[in-house]
DNA sequence: GTGAAAGCGCTAACAG
DNA sequence: CTGTTAGCGCTTTCAC
């Protein structure tokens, strides 16, 4: 049972296949097209089950309806979470959401937003990037394609943009555990370490030592490696914990860390927070019931996908590459892993 | 800057535009064009940066190079996983992924399938799906349309499924509490409830009280709804846990659950596994470092998202719907949550 | 070895 | 109010 086509209603009524379109596609009325000979052609449509064809719209009409997204990787909760909210906002728009993992490899990824852009002719492009070059960006702002970053910034390069303000949220998170007497505190960060976002929380984290008088020891911030997160974390904390270093919190830069963190301490059977404090940049659900709870620097999820959302269809509709930088607030969770009192 | 097609190669060399796709198409040696020719249009591809359109490819080859993913909610890591692995898997074969959650509403699912299949004209379907109904699967069956079944199976309808045992599953767990000195051990479902997986879990669940000689108390079964996650799973575990009831272990019956379980038991100030042992299907990253980490039942994700692409892929090459099942092995995972020491 | 031509299903300019 | 026509970019049959 082939399909039917917009010519199969056309023959099977004795009309055009331009009034068939027409009707279709509600451009009836502005046409002047008879309410009665609409109804018949709604009718018939039903009748054949028709669909139009997007393959063959979209070659006329030379729009996809395919917006794509490109993170480092989608099983990570906070980018499924994002994902998911692109993917429901654009549905009300009538687009659809092609997903990829860079799997924090540059080279993918630009092989990715080419597959993206180049053959499957996707309209705009969200992406969380892990590039540190912007040419191929540059390229494609020079082409006017519609293009929005979240999450992580290129260095030099100016984009629309969706994210937080790392920097602060780093800086509350430290500035509490300092007032709740903590001052040796160690970070761990995470290579590929160019990352504007994870910067932005380092800097953060130096701001509030600084501010309140203490003094940063380059021990105290270790970095593990994303190919080898298990071993080379299990490696940072001993570190960390280690009685020439001694660190009273360790604060994790993201939550694959952070997950990683709790498991390296566990294993060293230290307790959290007695022998050490440990909190997180990023909440996940699964936060709220760790052990222990951890405290963390939530980002709002959701609204980080639906404005990157309108900034790429301001692009897409206006048909052209444009910046808008939009910084939402994070919100400081305070749980048990910090051994601060729940306010 | 206008994307360059094949007929600029084709005009740019004073060729056709046949010669040139019959070169980029890796068809040059079978019809015997010299290596010369080929050579010339391969550099002129690459110097006028030329990609097929894929829409107008699929107009003609009638494939879209799309297949689709539905689920009912992305953001839910056991999903998330899945279609990480499916992505890669179709990604190798040249295909791209179009993914979309349900939110566990039928309407939504048959509009969803509706929109891939008869607007995408993805070529094929993997779901997991929530609709109780057979009738619009058997319409896709009925037109030979490529289509497999993860983790779910809809009763009545035969088709290419994916899944785990989930009677034995569960049985093995409930086995493991049993043996380990409990006997109240009740088990929270969620609806809807008709789900095939859930199903075959609670049965697991009865089937192992039943062989150890444990009368089952219809009380320790109870039941919290999607939409109201959070209230309704409180009020259950109060249920549970409440003096007449009084059950001594509590196996939730997906990760989705446990997080609210865990929330509950925790809000009423209970401990696990002092007070109450707690244990789940379905496994997470986060139970590893959860208060207490948790006892489960983990699934081969990878597996599943692999073997299901090629069960799909075997049906879009031969172009027909086919049958054929792949029940794949859970693996008990034992923590600290369940109270046993750990073997 | 290579090219001409048809046509996938749709939309939009233009004609009446 | 409705129809004719052209063409989006590609693959494929057939012809030379």
Redesign the pocket.
């Known amino acids: 049972m082939?399909?039917a086509?917009?010519?199969d209603i056309a023959e099977a009524l004795?009309?055009?296949?331009?009034?068939v379109?027409?009707v279709?596609?509600n451009?009836a009325d502005e046409?002047?097209?008879?309410e009665e000979?609409q109804k018949k052609v709604r009718k018939k449509a039903e009748e054949l089950n028709?669909?139009?064809?997007q393959m063959?719209?979209g070659?006329?009409?030379?729009k996809s309806n395919i917006i794509g997204l490109v993170v480092a990787d989608i099983s990570n909760p906070f980018y499924a979470k994002i994902s998911r909210t692109i993917e429901f906002e654009v549905a009300r728009l009538g687009y659809h959401l092609l997903v990829c993992s860079s799997d924090e490899v540059e080279e993918k990824e630009m092989k990715l937003i080419e597959l993206l852009r180049d053959r499957q002719r996707v309209e705009g492009l969200i992406v969380a990037t892990t590039q540190q070059n912007a040419e191929q960006f540059n390229q494609l702002k020079k082409q006017q394609y519609p293009l929005v970053f979240i999450d992580r910034k290129l260095d030099g390069f100016t984009s629309s943009f969706v994210g937080v303000d790392n920097n602060k949220g780093a800086y509350q998170m430290v500035e509490h555990l300092i007032k709740n007497g903590m001052r040796k505190i160690g970070m761990l960060n995470i290579s590929p370490m160019h990352l504007s976002s994870l910067n932005e929380r380092v800097d953060g984290y130096k701001e509030a030592l600084k501010k309140h008088g203490i003094k940063f020891n380059s021990d105290w911030l270790q970095s593990v490696s994303y190919n080898d997160i298990s071993n080379t974390t299990t490696e940072a904390v001993k570190k960390l914990l280690s009685p020439s270093v001694g660190v009273q919190a360790i604060f994790t830069i993201n939550n694959y860390v952070a997950v990683h963190c709790l498991q390296a301490v566990h294993k060293m059977k230290k307790r959290i927070p007695e022998d050490v404090a440990v909190v997180c940049f990023d909440d996940l659900d699964a936060f709220n019931f760790s052990h222990p709870p951890l405290t963390t620097v939530a980002q709002p999820v959701e609204e980080i996908g639906a404005e990157s959302v309108r900034l790429l269809m301001k692009q897409i509709d206006g048909k052209k590459f444009s910046v808008s930088e939009k910084i939402l607030p994070t919100t400081l969770i305070i749980r048990e892993s910090c051994g601060s009192l729940l306010a």
């Open positions: 082939k399909r086509s917009l010519k004795n009309v055009s296949k331009t009034l379109s027409l279709l596609n451009k046409w002047g097209i008879s000979t028709y669909y139009p064809n063959a719209r070659l006329r009409t030379g």
